[in-house]
T-cell receptor, first 112, second 114 residues
Framework: SQQGEEDPQALSIQEGENATMNCSYK?????LQWYRQNSGRGLVHLIL?????REKHSGRLRVTLDTSKKSSSLLITASRAADTASYFC????????????FGAGTRLFVKA | DVKVTQSSRYLVKRTGEKVFLECVQD?????MFWYRQDPGLGLRLIYF???????EKGDIPEGYSVSREKKERFSLILESASTNQTSMYLC?????????????FGSGTRLTVV
């Protein structure tokens, strides 16, 4: 099974609402990253939170990290139709060499 | 604007062909990666490289090889393409050692093997 697993798999909300996506992982991490992917394109790095950080903000994005529960959440506030995309969490680990492992993603659909 | 460029957006190849996927980055990054992305499976690491002429196997290296002769270029080679290698291929790069930074991805190459 994958190191990072997002929940829910899909999310549909109205424009203006907040969207929350969760990520759980299994092993110790150096950092956790969130990426966005628009349909058929490459991934775009959104935010990185280190293992000794608990919360980080970037514009309308808020990321939390709870290493005791091995989980993270991504909150997008006041969502827009342009936020429609897939969102992936990725865990940076250093066991067996440095690696970044991606989850399967959450598909977010924001209705105008 | 910094970029990772993949040579083709769409590619159709025949079974048994040797296929080259090229990736070039202009950020002087040490680290480069090749992933494949399939529905429901997320991104899976094929190969990566932390330095010129250096390569490491990822989680699914079978049927693939790579070449990194120059720092900015990382090529993925399908020695004998098969239909189960039909997928979206994503190249990424990052700077520094270890996993300190985020990755910059290319736009992807959607490969179809017929």
């Amino acid at each position: 099974s994958q190191q990072g697993e997002e929940d829910p798999q899909a999310l549909s909300i109205q424009e203006g609402e907040n969207a929350t996506m969760n990520c759980s992982y299994k092993t110790s991490i150096n950092n956790l990253q969130w990426y966005r992917q628009n349909s058929g394109r490459g991934l775009v790095h959104l935010i990185l939170i280190r293992s000794n950080e608990r919360e980080k903000h970037s514009g309308r994005l808020r990321v939390t990290l709870d290493t005791s529960k091995k989980s993270s959440s991504l909150l997008i506030t006041a969502s827009r139709a342009a936020d429609t995309a897939s969102y992936f969490c990725a865990t940076g680990i250093s066991t067996g060499g440095f690696k970044t492992i991606f989850g399967a993603g959450t598909r977010l659909f924001v209705k105008a | 604007d910094v970029k990772v460029t993949q040579s083709s957006r769409y590619l159709v190849k025949r079974t048994g062909e040797k296929v080259f996927l090229e990736c070039v980055q202009d950020m002087d990054h040490e680290n480069m990666f090749w992933y494949r992305q399939d529905p429901g499976l997320g991104l899976r690491l094929i190969y990566f490289s932390y330095d010129v002429k250096m390569k490491e196997k990822g989680d699914i290296p079978e049927g693939y090889s790579v070449s990194r002769e120059k720092k900015e270029r990382f090529s993925l080679i399908l020695e004998s393409a098969s239909t189960n290698q039909t997928s979206m291929y994503l190249c990424a790069s990052s700077g520094g050692r270890g996993t300190r930074g985020g990755y910059t991805f290319g736009s992807g190459t959607r490969l179809t093997v017929v």
